[in-house]
């Protein structure tokens, strides 16, 4: 399975973006991680087959995920972008059950990341 990432780019403090991850299959469950720069790759959010949806408690007053089945293809809406929001962005795919969505162990499959920076 490849995964592809887009939508990523800079921004100012307060604006929305946009990423989308296309893959080459059905992916059972799909997420979204992140890593700014020095620190730990952490997960974002994440979304079942099912529409079992889950976001980090930190980010879910400004982000959301959606999951288009019939194109294969996973989204993260970004709004109220700060600064510490910068990073490289990765899609994953595999078959975590939602409550494992936000634990980068139970992916298998990795896009190869995209770049979201957030500066005046």
């Known amino acids: 399975v490849q995964l592809v990432e887009s939508g990523g780019g800079s921004v100012q403090p307060g604006g929305s973006l946009k990423l989308s991850c296309v893959a080459s299959?059905?992916?059972?469950?799909m997420g979204w991680f992140r890593q700014a720069p020095g620190k730990r790759r952490e997960g974002v959010g994440g979304i079942e087959s099912n529409g079992h949806m889950i976001v980090a408690d930190s980010l879910k007053e400004r982000f959301s995920v959606s999951k288009d089945n019939a194109k294969y293809t996973l989204y993260l809406q970004m709004n109220d972008l700060k600064p510490e929001d910068s990073g490289i962005y990765y899609c994953?795919?595999?078959?975590?059950?939602?409550?494992?969505?936000?634990?980068?162990?139970?992916?298998?499959?990795w896009g190869r990341g995209i770049q979201v920076s957030v500066d005046s």
């Open positions: 299959e059905f992916v059972a469950s």
């Open positions: 994953a795919g595999g078959v975590a059950g939602w409550w494992q969505l936000l634990q980068e162990d139970e992916y298998r499959f």
